[in-house]
C-alpha cells in the first residue's frame, strides 16, 4: 500500500478537502487510460475520469485500507465504465430502429487509432468481445494487476478471474485464427500463370 496515498486519504475523511488533489494528481493518468481502453473514445474516457474522481470523492468516506486504494478506485471505474457501455448499447439500439436503412455512427480516432496499432485480426477480434471480457483484458494485460486485485474490482473470486481470463485468452486466439481457404477455390494467381 502507498502510505502517503493512505495519509492523504485519512485527511481528506477528515475535513481536509485540499489533499483529494494529490490523490487525483497520482490517479488521474492510469484512470484515464483505463476508461480510454475499455470505452474507446478519448473524450468519453476524459468525461468518464471527472465522473469517476467527483463519486470517489463523495464515497471516500466509506474507503477502508482492507483494500488498496487503487483496486476501490478501480472498481469504481470499472462500473463507471460498464453503465456506460450499457448506456450505449441501449442508445445505439435505439438509433437503430429509428434508422434501420442508414447506419449513422462513425469510427471514433481511438477506434481508428486502435486498428492502426493493433492487427486487423486482433481489432476484429477484441471488437467481438463483451464488455466484461475486453475489461478483464484491459486489466489483466494492460494495467498489469494481480488476479486477485481483478477479482476485487470486477466482484468475483480469484479463482473465478484466473478461469474466466484462460476462457477468454482462447476466445480470443480462436476468433483471431486465420480463415482456412476452401481447398476447390482456386488462387487467382495461378489461374492467371494457368492462361499465360
Avoid at 486519504?9 to 487525483?24: L, N, P, S, T
Avoid at 467527483?54 to 466509506?62: D, G, L, P, R, T
Avoid at 450499457?86 to 481511438?110: E, G, H, I, P, V
Wanted: charged residues 30%; glycine residues 4%; contains cysteine.
Amino acid at each position: 500500500m502507498n502510505e502517503e496515498i493512505e495519509y492523504r486519504i485519512k485527511r481528506v475523511q477528515a475535513g481536509e478537502i485540499q489533499d483529494y488533489a494529490y490523490i487525483v494528481k497520482e490517479y488521474q493518468r492510469q484512470i484515464f487510460v483505463y476508461c480510454w481502453r475499455i470505452l474507446g473514445s478519448e473524450q468519453e474516457a476524459e468525461e468518464a475520469v471527472q465522473d469517476i474522481f467527483v463519486s470517489a470523492f463523495e464515497k471516500i468516506s466509506m474507503y477502508r485500507p482492507t483494500v488498496g486504494f487503487s483496486s476501490w478506485l478501480y472498481k469504481m471505474a470499472y462500473h463507471h465504465c460498464l453503465n456506460l457501455i450499457r448506456r450505449k448499447k441501449l442508445q445505439r439500439k435505439f438509433k437503430m430502429t429509428l434508422f434501420t436503412s442508414t447506419n449513422m455512427t462513425s469510427d471514433s480516432a481511438a477506434q481508428v487509432m486502435e486498428r492502426q496499432l493493433f492487427s486487423e485480426p486482433l481489432s476484429r477480434a477484441l471488437d467481438q468481445l463483451n464488455a466484461e471480457e475486453r475489461n478483464l483484458l484491459v486489466l489483466r494485460i494492460f494495467e498489469e494487476k494481480s488476479f486477485g486485485e481483478i477479482g476485487e474490482i470486477m466482484n468475483k473470486s480469484e479463482e473465478a478471474i484466473k478461469k474466466k481470463y484462460g476462457r477468454t485468452k482462447t476466445k480470443l486466439k480462436k476468433m483471431m485464427e486465420p480463415i482456412k481457404e476452401d481447398p476447390k477455390c482456386v488462387n487467382y494467381k495461378t489461374e492467371l500463370r494457368n492462361k499465360a
